[in-house]
C-alpha cells in the first residue's frame, strides 16, 4: 500500500538541500548580491527566483541539454527553457542562420524574401493557411482575442480554470472557492475581469455547454492538454464535444499550442485531428529567440478581411514594430524545416517513452503515492496517487514542499528540471545516458525521503 511521504522528511532534504546549494554556489552568491543593486529582486525577471534557492543560479554557458553554472557546475537541462529551448540550447542549425542573417539585418518594417516560404511551411505542418508572427505566445493569444471579438461582435471570452496562455490578463480568471473572480497572484489589473471573461472546468461538458449557451462568447482559448498545473489530459472524446459546442454557439475555438507542440510536427492538434479556428505556436518556434506564430482558418480570415474593409482606419492595437521581423522568419523557417519533421520527432517520443516508464517504474519500486503522465516528449510527475481531470482538481494535488524539495535534490546532483512543476523535456541533444541519470536522481531522492 502507498505509503505518503512525511512533512518531516520533504523539510529535513530542504534545510539539507539549501545548505548544499549555498556551499557549492559561491560565485553565484556573489552575483546576486551584485545584482541586487540594480535589478528588481535580484533577477532581470522578477519569477527568475521562484526556483525557491536561497539565491538564484547565474548561468555562464548552455549548449544542447549540457549548462554550466558561473561556478562551473555541470547540469543536464531537462528543463529547456520551460519549452523556450525545446530543441536544445543554441542547436547548431538556429546559431547558423544567426551567423548568416544576422549580418544582413534584423528587422526591416517591410517582407523579408523568405515571408512566402515560412507562410507555407507553418500551413503545411500545422494545417491553418493564414498565419501573422509576433515576438511572443503572449502578444499571439492577445492578438488572437482582438481578432476574435472584432468579427464575432462579441465581448466575452471563454477560459478553463488554471489554464496558462502567458501574460494575457483577461485569462487570470478562476473558480476555486465557487465563484468566478481573478487570480489572487495577478499583479496591478484594476478591471474586473469576470465581466468579460467566462471560466469553468477542464473535462467538464456540461458547464462549457451551459456556458456557451447564450452565443455571447467570441472564443474559447484552450491548450489541448493543461499543461501550467501539472499536466491535466482531456477524457475520451471531449475535444469533439468541445469543437461541436463552439460550432453550435458560433464561438469560435483557439488552440493554443505553446507548450504542447512537443506532441509532434504538426502539435497535438495534427497528432489529434483536431479543427481549430486558430492556432497560437510560440516559445519554440525560432529555436527560443523572440518570437511566435498565429494562424487562422479561411473562414476566420475571409471574416477578417470583411472586417477590415470596413474598419476605420489608423492603430490596431496588434502588432509591434519588432514582429515579423527578417531575423524572426529566418530562423523560423530553419526551426521548423529542420524539426517538425517525422524524423526528427520519432527518437525523441521513443526517448520520453523510456523516461515515463523509467520514472513509472521508480515510483511503483518505492511505493509513493505519485503518478506519471505523458505527451509526446514531453512527460511530468505529480506527487498525488490519481490523475487529475481539471485545473482546480490539480491545483489541489499539488505538493508544493514535495515539488520543491525533489526539485533542489535534483539541482545539486546536476539535473535540472522545470521549477514551477515537474516537467521533462526530451530535445535532441538528450541520450538514453542522460534519462538514466534523471531516473537514478529521482530514485536517490525518494530513497532518501522515505528512509
Not at 482575442?145 to 462579441?154: M, V
Not at 472524446?237 to 507542440?261: F, K, N, P, S, V
Not at 518556434?285 to 482558418?297: D, E, H, K, N
Request: hydrophobic share 40%; net charge negative; charged share 20%.
Amino acid at each position: 500500500m502507498p505509503q505518503p511521504i512525511r512533512d518531516t522528511a520533504i523539510a529535513a532534504m530542504l534545510d539539507r538541500e539549501a545548505r548544499h546549494f549555498i556551499q557549492r554556489n559561491p560565485r553565484s552568491r556573489a552575483l546576486s548580491e551584485e545584482a541586487a543593486k540594480n535589478w528588481l529582486r535580484g533577477v532581470p525577471m522578477h519569477w527568475m527566483v521562484d526556483w525557491g534557492t536561497p539565491f538564484p543560479l547565474f548561468v555562464a554557458d548552455a549548449k544542447g541539454v549540457d549548462l554550466t553554472d558561473a561556478d562551473g557546475n555541470a547540469y543536464i537541462d531537462f528543463c529547456l527553457g520551460d519549452t523556450g529551448a525545446m530543441f536544445g540550447h543554441s542547436p547548431p542549425p538556429v546559431v547558423e542562420t544567426l551567423q548568416r542573417e544576422g549580418a544582413s539585418g534584423f528587422t526591416t518594417m517591410i517582407p523579408s524574401v523568405v515571408a512566402a516560404e515560412v507562410g507555407k511551411l507553418l500551413a503545411d505542418r500545422f494545417g491553418l493557411p493564414f498565419w501573422q508572427v509576433t515576438a511572443t505566445a503572449s502578444d499571439a493569444n492577445r492578438a488572437v482575442l482582438r481578432w476574435c471579438r472584432a468579427i464575432t461582435g462579441r465581448q466575452k471570452i471563454l477560459v478553463f480554470n488554471h489554464c496558462y496562455h502567458g501574460a494575457v490578463d483577461e485569462t487570470y480568471v478562476t473558480i476555486d472557492g465557487g465563484t468566478p473572480h481573478a487570480d489572487p497572484a495577478l499583479i496591478g489589473e484594476p478591471r474586473d475581469l469576470t465581466a468579460l471573461t467566462k471560466v469553468v472546468e477542464f473535462n467538464d461538458v456540461a458547464a462549457l455547454e451551459a456556458a456557451l449557451a447564450p452565443s455571447d462568447v467570441a472564443c474559447v482559448l484552450a491548450e489541448p492538454v493543461m499543461t501550467n498545473v501539472g499536466m491535466v489530459l482531456p477524457d475520451e472524446g471531449y475535444h469533439t464535444r468541445l469543437r461541436q459546442a463552439t460550432r453550435r454557439t458560433g464561438t469560435l475555438l483557439i488552440i493554443d499550442e505553446t507548450h504542447c507542440m512537443s506532441s509532434g510536427p504538426g502539435g497535438y492538434t495534427r497528432a489529434h485531428g483536431l479543427e481549430p479556428d486558430g492556432l497560437v505556436l510560440g516559445k519554440p518556434i525560432a529555436g527560443g529567440l523572440p518570437a511566435a506564430v498565429y494562424g487562422f482558418s479561411s473562414a476566420v480570415a475571409e471574416r477578417i478581411r470583411s472586417f477590415l474593409e470596413k474598419r476605420t482606419p489608423g492603430h490596431s492595437g496588434i502588432g509591434t514594430t519588432l514582429s515579423g521581423s527578417k531575423i524572426q522568419l529566418a530562423l523560423m523557417r530553419t526551426v521548423i524545416e529542420t524539426y517538425f519533421t517525422d524524423a526528427a520527432f520519432a527518437p525523441l517520443i521513443a526517448l520520453a517513452e523510456e523516461l515515463e516508464q523509467g520514472l513509472a517504474q521508480v515510483i511503483a519500486r518505492r511505493g509513493v503515492p505519485w503518478h506519471v503522465v505523458r505527451v509526446g516528449a514531453r512527460v511530468e510527475f505529480m506527487c498525488s496517487p490519481r490523475r487529475p481531470r481539471n485545473g482546480g482538481e490539480a491545483a489541489q494535488l499539488i505538493h508544493r514542499p514535495a515539488d520543491r524539495a525533489i526539485h533542489h535534490h535534483l539541482l545539486n546532483r546536476g539535473v535540472i528540471i522545470t521549477p514551477f512543476h515537474n516537467m521533462m523535456l526530451i530535445c535532441p541533444a538528450t541520450t538514453e545516458a542522460h534519462v538514466a541519470q534523471l531516473v537514478e536522481g529521482v530514485d536517490r531522492c525518494i530513497a532518501e525521503l522515505t528512509s
